[in-house]
T-cell receptor, first 114, second 113 residues
Framework: EADIYQTPRYLVIGTGKKITLECSQT?????MYWYQQDPGMELHLIHY???????EKGDLSSESTVSRIRTEHFPLTLESARPSHTSQYLC?????????????FGPGTRLLVL | SQQGEEDPQALSIQEGENATMNCSYK?????LQWYRQNSGRGLVHLIL?????REKHSGRLRVTLDTSKKSSSLLITASRAADTASYFC?????????????FGSGTRLQVQP
């Protein structure tokens, strides 16, 4: 099991609410990622970070924002949740390197916006 | 379309049979990785094969890589019901503008007991 944690595991929330999905890792990894995945479908990279104070948008346009104030913590925030945000959100991390090495995934957060 | 595309999209076999999944990609790569995902969970890394390698084994897993055809295959031998999951390939592109792995759409494997 990887030492990467996500909370909450499940979240049901009403439209317009602000939410923060937490992701923490204890492996000292510099690189961290957020993916969005609909059930049974492919993963879409929405944000990534290569270290403290570094954040970049991924391939899929997302209304969410991220921050990286500490190496071990990479929270994702939705200022105003909408039903279209309903999905599974996966956080991952990997050690620093020129090439992309193994990514370690958290268990995911399943978000349902009513 | 996606850098990595798996084939077939879904596969159903009996316990004890072998399962083969294929992955095709478009750009030159540094490495290709295979991951497994149980329903509703995160992904778990299975195996990484570098661009200068042609075959790699790990337990009941065998991965091949053909960079000339830009394709890879994952073979699971003597499958078990516990192998039921989705399997994704992921590529590390040599495209310097690409700073993350690109995941394929996955193959859903069902192993019948």
């Amino acid at each position: 099991e990887a030492d990467i944690y996500q909370t909450p595991r499940y979240l049901v929330i009403g439209t317009g609410k602000k939410i923060t999905l937490e992701c923490s890792q204890t492996m000292g990894h510099d690189k961290m990622y957020w993916y969005q995945q609909d059930p049974g479908m492919e993963l879409h990279l929405i944000h990534y970070s290569y270290g403290v104070n570094s954040t970049e948008k991924g391939d899929l346009s997302s209304e969410s924002t991220v921050s990286r104030i500490r190496t071990e913590h990479f929270p994702l925030t939705l200022e105003s949740a909408r039903p279209s945000h309903t999905s599974q959100y996966l956080c991952a991390s990997s050690p620093w390197g020129q090439v992309q090495e193994t990514q370690y995934f958290g268990p995911g957060t399943r978000l349902l916006v009513l | 379309s996606q850098q990595g595309e798996e084939d077939p999209q879904a596969l159903s076999i009996q316990e004890g049979e072998n399962a083969t999944m294929n992955c095709s990609y478009k750009t030159s790569i540094n490495n290709l990785q295979w991951y497994r995902q149980n329903s509703g969970r995160g992904l778990v890394h299975l195996i990484l094969i570098r661009s200068n390698e042609r075959e790699k084994h790990s337990g009941r897993l065998r991965v091949t890589l053909d960079t000339s055809k830009k394709s890879s295959s994952l073979l699971i031998t003597a499958s078990r019901a516990a192998d039921t999951a989705s399997y994704f390939c992921a590529t590390d592109s040599m495209d310097t503008g690409r700073r993350a792995l690109t995941f394929g759409s996955g193959t859903r494997l069902q192993v019948q007991p």
